[in-house]
């Protein structure tokens, strides 16, 4: 297959142009004098048509998706390492945006790219230094209004001195796989401090969906109440809608080991996801978290 996307490439170009292959299933097409960013942007439709068209190998049809990231010297830099670079860089903000197109290197893609490598390299430091502190927020019974628990919020103490909220971090976390470490940190804190409260009160901590497949999550869980000494009963698990959806059996399987150990399970943000009431059905879950776009408007 790549040998004949290769040659649709060649065919795609003109003679004097190179193409390339760098490395698995990615090409480089080299071209002088293309003029403007209309030109370019014209043939990189012209190759990405030619690359839809299905494969055929040994009698099977194959269809691909490709996509196409563009960088024009002068404005995009002289040198081939550079130009190499922020191609790459469109590239990657192309399959961000769904692929299957072209994008043209700007330099707030250039930007966004290096602020996102500069928050995973103090994301990185951030777990070897311990730059993280957790928030807590009540949890109260309406009915009479005492405080049943707190829910563990994890927030990051950039060394600038700004509090870094988990919607700017989290998200980067998973990608990088860097939420193992974090959410045993909180899972682990979380536990330690809730052993000074009244011992009344759980505490609650969210959960991901890569923590909750984790083969040893449960072990990894049950680990961290030996050795803080917390009773299962005054923990709870809070997990999303999406965080079921990667591997729901394994999900499940998870919870279900979970509220063996005599763990509380809570489904937080309900109603913005997949979950049908049919589905609700087999999940072990003590508490729902109607989110609160549903509610916040009641009277």
């Known amino acids: ?21 760098i490395g698995g299933d990615e090409f480089v097409i080299l071209m002088a004098e293309i003029g403007d960013a209309e030109n370019a942007a014209g043939i990189a439709s012209k190759v990405l048509a030619a690359l839809r068209v299905p494969f055929v190998i040994e009698e099977h049809e ?5 996509s196409c990231g563009i960088a ?9 390492s550079v130009l190499l670079q922020r191609a790459d860089t469109a590239l990657y903000q192309c399959k961000a945006d769904g692929g299957g197109g072209y994008r043209l290197f700007d330099r707030e ?24 502190l957790l928030h807590y927020q009540a949890q109260i019974d309406l009915a009479n209004g005492t405080v049943t628990g707190a829910e563990a919020l994890v927030r990051w103490q950039h060394p600038e001195g700004r509090l870094v909220p988990p919607g700017e971090f989290i998200p980067l976390a998973e990608n990088t796989g860097y939420i193992g470490a974090i959410g045993e940190w909180v899972l682990r804190e ?4 809730a052993l000074r409260w009244p011992p009344a ?19 990894t869980v049950r680990d961290i109440l030996e050795e803080t000494g917390l009773p299962p009963g005054r923990l709870e698990i809070e997990i999303t809608e999406s965080a079921l959806m ?12 979970l509220q063996e150990l005599g763990i509380q399970i ?34």
């Open 72 to 80: 024009i010297s002068p404005a995009d830099g002289t040198e081939a």
């Open 246 to 257: 990667s591997d729901p059996a394994r999900a499940v399987a998870t919870l279900e080991e």
């Open 62 to 66: 194959l269809s691909v998706s490709a």
């Open 190 to 193: 979380a536990c330690t401090e």
């Open 266 to 299: 809570a489904m937080d943000d309900f109603g913005t996801g997949y979950s049908s009431l049919g589905q609700l059905k087999r999940l072990p879950l003590q508490r729902l978290k109607i989110d609160k776009s549903f509610v916040q408007d009641v009277p």
């Open 201 to 219: 009160l759980r505490v609650s901590v969210n959960v991901s969906a890569r923590q909750l497949t984790q083969p040893d999550f449960t072990a």
């Open 1 to 21: 297959m790549l040998r004949q996307a290769a040659e649709r490439l060649r065919t795609a170009i003109r003679k004097e142009d190179t193409v390339a292959r």
């Open 109 to 132: 893609i250039d930007r966004r790219a290096h602020a996102r490598l500069q928050l995973e390299q103090g994301l990185r430091r951030a777990i070897e230094r311990g730059e993280f």
